[in-house]
């Protein structure tokens, strides 16, 4: 999987961003060496991501830009984003086991971070563009969501909303802050199951079906393959296993 991600961005020409931003030592990940940059399979996803960012949005943005990152995970993205945009303010939505991650994780690679932990989370009450701009990383567990009002530039959701039940999907897509955003990037499954078996949504229920507001569409090049166990039992363990496909788009909102 690493190696045909790896290809992709050097197809696109991201290894430029990956010798940038290696994969940072932090929580001790089990980390590849290539070419003498540290890596990860996660990371390399998410170099991609960046680098789409780059190439479409980077005009648009403006300074001190907000995004909102569904399934945020332990923060990678965030953490790429806040560094290619200085000035930029990142809220994370996940569990609350996945955020407390995201906080050692970000706490690790910014010391000086103004991040709003679970205890602020609790103290804040309603989350407007002010909020936001006080703090360059917000940890919102997925159970606080409502509490987040608007103030968003750009939504983000990397092969997590078509994971979800269609009530919890149209709570974020429904949502205030989501309707108020500008942007919206996400890489998700094109049809139902595909990520696990019971997921109710495909690609027909994403907003981005106004080519007027398309900007940019694809099949992902880093969700292409995963390791599963054989169809028949042997001695060798888990194979490589094409993946279904994932669309990828970037559309105003």
């Known amino acids: 999987m690493l190696r045909e991600c790896i290809a992709a961005i050097e197809k696109s020409g991201d290894v430029e961003l990956l010798k940038k931003y290696p994969c940072q030592p932090a929580g001790n990940p089990r980390i590849f060496n290539w070419n003498g940059i540290p890596v990860t399979y996660r990371w390399i996803k998410h170099i991609h991501h960046l680098g789409t960012v780059n190439r479409v949005l980077r005009p648009s943005l403006g300074e001190g830009f907000s995004v909102l990152d569904i399934g945020s995970s332990?923060?990678?993205?965030?953490?790429?984003?806040?560094?290619?945009?200085?000035?930029s303010h990142h809220v994370l939505v996940d569990l609350p086991n996945q955020l407390f991650y995201a906080h050692y994780?970000?706490?690790?690679?910014?010391?000086?971070?103004?991040?709003?932990?679970?205890?602020?989370?609790?103290?804040?009450?309603?989350?407007?563009?002010?909020?936001?701009?006080?703090?360059?990383?917000?940890?919102?567990?997925?159970?606080?969501?409502?509490?987040?009002?608007?103030?968003?530039?750009?939504?983000?959701?990397?092969?997590c909303l078509g994971e979800l039940k269609r009530s919890v999907f149209d709570r974020y897509l429904q949502s205030e802050a989501f309707r108020n955003a500008k942007y919206f990037y996400t890489s998700n499954p094109v049809d139902k199951n595909?990520?696990?078996?019971?997921?109710?949504?495909?690609?027909?229920?994403?907003?981005?079906?106004?080519?007027?507001?398309?900007?940019?569409?694809?099949?992902?090049?880093?969700?292409?393959?995963?390791?599963?166990?054989?169809?028949?039992?042997?001695?060798?363990?888990?194979k490589l296993n094409p993946m279904d496909p994932y669309f990828e788009c970037i559309t105003e909102i």
């Open 74 to 87: 332990y923060g990678v993205f965030s953490y790429m984003m806040n560094r290619e945009y200085p000035g």
């Open 194 to 238: 595909m990520a696990i078996p019971d997921a109710e949504v495909c690609i027909l229920d994403y907003p981005i079906h106004d080519p007027a507001k398309r900007l940019f569409f694809g099949i992902s090049p880093v969700f292409t393959y995963f390791y599963g166990p054989p169809k028949r039992k042997g001695p060798f363990g888990y």
């Open 105 to 159: 994780f970000l706490r690790s690679c910014f010391p000086d971070a103004r991040i709003a932990g679970a205890r602020t989370i609790a103290e804040l009450g309603t989350i407007t563009r002010a909020t936001i701009d006080a703090y360059d990383f917000i940890l919102l567990p997925a159970d606080n969501f409502e509490q987040l009002c608007g103030g968003i530039d750009l939504v983000t959701s990397f092969s």
